[in-house]
Structures are given as structure tokens and as C-alpha cells.
């Protein structure tokens, strides 16, 4: 964690920068952070006209990014979800209604006939009913889909583990445990064998090098036209 | 040309520019080099280099030139013709891997044990390795099962490679592989053929599927293997695309 001693902003042209002075920095940087703001971090004993001066250098830069961010990054689009009768869900790539039913003895969350079935006296912690039953219903899928990708990509099963990872769909440790989101179990079965894949290849090849790549080509020729999709369509889900 | 208070150190900038060019032209390693250095200092060094014989623009000797011989002879020490030689076969293996896994290893592997087992005795490895840089040269020779060195053996190779893989005496024998792999060799031909093969998901999955039962028919690799054999073998058909439909 850097010393922050000060935080204002500059605006060049039309690009607004948090700017924020670090005793420890020896560097100017600039970051892109995932919701589209610009932070501006440089070393305290640093002429304001340079930091100026370079992040005019950097305008083109920032551009793509933004570009980038405002193609990948939508919030609108992953609004928050109000658990009323009608409001969709998302499960296997599909959507289903949701519909607020009596209590009864039926589960508390129950997917039938086309439709999430959630009991009207335990409708004040939906979210948390949702999130066990997406971790529940992922953990088998998940499974079978390791099982069936292990022998081809030429590693042994191991462990995996269903949870809140933050922003990423998955990881995997150096034990060998893999790690997946409970997300993933909403986005469409060939995104999630491909996260799926990518995490085992991990097994192998432990950082993005070119033969992790070649090896998850080896085994899903078309893995970078899902990597996009995942990219793109991600933050829907 | 660098300031007056810059002289003192001129001297060390151009040996350590000249040692930085040696050592990458050594060791294939474009990443070394003096990025860092602004551009007169950099010219600087350049031209100390050039002065010193070495051409910056040159890329170094590779193990396929015919004066190779010649370059390594131009060595003053044992040690450094050992060096020169050991590296070039290295980043050679390293370059062509692709093109034939199963050969390419075996030569790596054979490459560590000579240099495990002259180490320290300089002119015996030079000999060692003068005699594997030949073979490297000469490329995969042609054995007796009569297949094309550049087209079809590779594709023997991997299977062979499975073949002492396994941990149950394997149904198949080494001379049964040789048809199979004229037959692979022949279908995979025809079907990469396709305008786009590359590009088609679909035809890569049809193709691996076809090689999956095919080695499934013929008891070539074990049940389990079969989907990473058929996902190397369709790699190795990528890698050797221009070679098989030549």
C-alpha cells in the first residue's frame, strides 16, 4: 500500500483524473479502473506541469481503454435483481421466471417447470437462498465437466470448491484445488466448459504463457472466440 | 560526444554494451539488451561493437549454416566452441519442437546428457557435441520403417511415445503402427485439405473425433489416451500443414 499524502483532480481536455501524490512512487502512472475512472499516481516531489505533460502523452492510450472498458463493461446491463413474481433469472445460460409461491413444505428455492419457485416467508433473504442454490446446483455440473475435460488436457481430478471469487470466474491454487464462482453456473454450458478447461490447463502451464495458449487450443480449437463472449457478454451475468 | 562529465564512464558503457551483445548473440536472447540507454549513448555503443567485428544487424550463426563449422572453429577456447555449439542446437530444438515432438525431445534429452557427462572436460565435449550438431544437421534420418522423415514420422513418433507410455503390456506392436500411421497420415491429409481447415471448429472436431476411433478401432492407445493423443496428432497436422499438402 503506497503513503497517499494528497488527492485532487486535474481535467485534461476532456479526461477527468483522480490525481493522487505517494511519497513512495519513483514513477507516474495511470490506471483505467474497472468502472471507467481515471486515477493519476505520481511521486510526491513531482512538478505538477510534468504530470500534466505526460498524461497529455497518454490521452491516446486512455482512449482505447476507455473504448475497451465501455465495451466490456456495462453495469447497466447487470442490475440489481428485485425477487418479485415475473423477474428473471439466469441458470445454464437460459432464463426463468420468478414466481413467489405460499409456504408449504416444498423446499425453500425449487426450480420447476420452467419457473424458480420461491416461498413467500422466506422471500427476506432471497439473495441468500439464490446464491446456495446456484453453489448447490454447480458443484455436480462443474464436476462432470472436469471429469470429462481431465483425461483429455492429461491431468489427474482433483479437488474443486464452488464460491464468491469477487471478479473472477475462476482460479486455481498450486495444490491443484480449483476454484469456481458461483456465477459461472448461470452463463451458457460452452463459456463454462471453457472456464472450465482454461482452469485445468492451469494445472500445467501456471501463468498465460504462449504454451498454456497452445495447450487449451490443442483441446478447444475455438477458445478464443469464447474467451471474446466471456469478455463481452460477461458482466450480464 | 556525451557530456565532459560522462567521459570517465564512456569506456565501461562500450565493454558492457559489447559483453550485452556477446552474450545474447550467445545465448538467441533478443530480451537482452540496452533498451535503458538513451540513444546517443546507445550509439555510442554500436559503433564500439561494430569496430569489434560484430554486426549488430547480423542475427547469430544458426546450426543450418554451412559455415557454422567454420564459426565455432573461430573460437578461441575450448570451452567457448562447446558454448557457441550447445547453444545454437539448443535454440535450433527449441525453434523446430513443433514440427516433430518425439524427435525433437529425444534430441534435447540426449543434449543434457552429453553436457551432464563431459561436464568440465572441455575437449572431450567439444568432440561430443561436434559429433550431435552433425546429427542435428542431417535432421530426423530415415529408419526402416520406410516412412517419409517429413511427413509421416513425426505422426509415428507420437504414437511410439504412447507406446512406451503405457503401464500394460500394449496390444500393439511397433510394426503394426507403421500401416496405421500411412492411413492417418493419408485421411488427415485430405481432410485439412478443406479451404479454412484451421478456421473451421467444427472440421478440427471431426477430424479429432475420426482419429479417436480410429485409434480405438485399431487398439493403438489405450482408452483413456486416446483424446490427448488425437488433440497432439491434429496439433502436429497444424504445425506440418504446408509439408503434408505439398
Redesign the interface.
Known amino acids: 500500500m503506497s503513503v497517499l499524502e494528497a488527492t485532487d483532480s486535474i481535467t485534461i481536455g476532456d479526461l477527468n483524473f483522480v490525481l493522487r501524490w505517494s511519497d513512495r512512487r519513483k514513477t507516474v502512472g495511470i490506471t483505467v479502473d474497472r468502472d471507467g475512472k481515471l486515477v493519476l499516481t505520481a511521486p510526491s516531489d513531482c512538478p505538477l506541469e510534468l504530470v500534466e505533460r505526460i498524461a497529455e502523452e497518454k490521452r491516446f492510450w486512455v482512449y482505447t481503454k476507455l473504448a475497451e472498458k465501455e465495451l466490456l463493461f456495462r453495469p447497466e446491463l447487470s442490475l440489481s435483481k428485485e425477487f418479485v413474481t415475473g423477474e428473471s433469472f439466469y441458470y445454464l445460460g437460459r432464463n426463468y421466471r420468478l414466481l413467489i409461491v405460499s409456504p408449504s413444505n416444498q423446499p425453500d428455492l425449487r426450480l420447476q417447470q420452467g419457473r424458480f419457485m420461491l416461498r413467500s416467508d422466506i422471500h427476506h433473504c432471497a439473495q441468500h437462498h439464490f446464491t446456495q442454490w446456484y453453489t448447490q446446483h454447480a458443484e455436480p455440473w462443474l464436476q462432470r465437466r472436469v471429469g470429462l475435460f481431465a483425461d483429455r488436457l492429461e491431468v489427474t481430478p482433483m479437488r474443486i470448491q464452488v464460491r464468491e471469487l469477487g471478479f473472477r470466474w475462476g482460479s486455481c491454487s498450486s495444490g491443484g484445488t480449483l476454484n469456481f464462482h458461483w456465477r459461472t453456473i448461470l452463463l451458457p454450458p460452452r463459456i463454462i466448459e471453457y472456464i472450465v478447461a482454461h482452469e485445468l490447463v492451469h494445472i500445467h502451464e501456471p501463468w498465460h504463457s504462449p504454451a498454456f495458449w497452445r495447450r487449451l487450443e490443442r483441446a478447444m480449437p475455438d477458445f478464443a472466440q469464447r474467451r471474446q463472449w466471456l469478455a463481452e457478454n460477461g458482466c450480464r451475468f | 560526444m556525451p557530456r565532459p562529465e560522462a567521459l570517465p564512464y564512456a569506456r565501461d558503457a562500450k565493454i558492457l554494451g559489447y559483453i550485452n551483445k556477446v552474450a545474447a548473440n550467445l545465448y538467441r536472447d533478443s530480451q537482452l539488451n540496452l533498451v535503458g540507454a538513451g540513444q546517443k549513448v546507445r550509439q555510442l555503443i554500436d559503433e564500439y561493437i561494430v569496430a569489434s567485428g560484430i554486426d549488430p544487424k547480423v542475427p547469430p550463426i544458426s546450426i543450418m549454416d554451412t559455415d557454422f563449422e567454420a564459426a565455432v572453429s573461430a573460437r578461441a577456447s575450448a570451452r567457448a566452441k562447446a558454448s557457441e555449439m550447445e547453444h545454437a542446437a539448443r535454440y535450433h530444438i527449441s525453434k523446430r519442437f513443433q514440427e516433430d515432438p518425439a524427435y525433437y525431445k529425444k534430441l534435447s534429452e540426449r543434449l543434457e546428457e552429453i553436457l551432464e557427462r563431459f561436464q568440465d572436460n572441455w575437449a572431450e565435449l567439444v568432440n561430443a557435441l561436434r559429433q550431435f550438431v552433425h546429427e542435428v544437421r542431417e535432421g530426423r534420418p530415415s529408419d526402416q520403417t520406410g516412412l517419409d522423415p517429413r511427413t509421416q514420422a513425426p505422426f509415428l513418433g507420437i504414437l511410439v511415445e504412447e507406446l512406451g507410455k503405457a503401464e500394460t503390456a500394449s496390444p500393439i506392436s511397433l510394426d503394426a503402427l507403421i500401416p496405421l500411421t500411412v492411413e492417418l497420415v493419408e485421411h488427415i491429409r485430405q481432410e485439412i485439405r478443406t479451404v479454412d481447415f ?1 478456421r473451421n ?1 467444427h472440421a ?2 471431426v477430424l479429432t473425433g475420426w482419429i479417436v476411433r480410429f485409434l480405438d478401432d485399431h487398439d493403438a492407445v489405450p482408452f ?2 486416446q ?2 493423443v488425437s ?2 496428432l ?2 502436429l497436422a497444424k504445425a506440418l500443414h504446408t509439408r503434408l499438402l505439398a
Request: zero cysteines.
Open positions: 484451421w471448429t478440427q472436431n483413456n489416451r483424446q490427448a488433440d497432439r491434429v496439433e
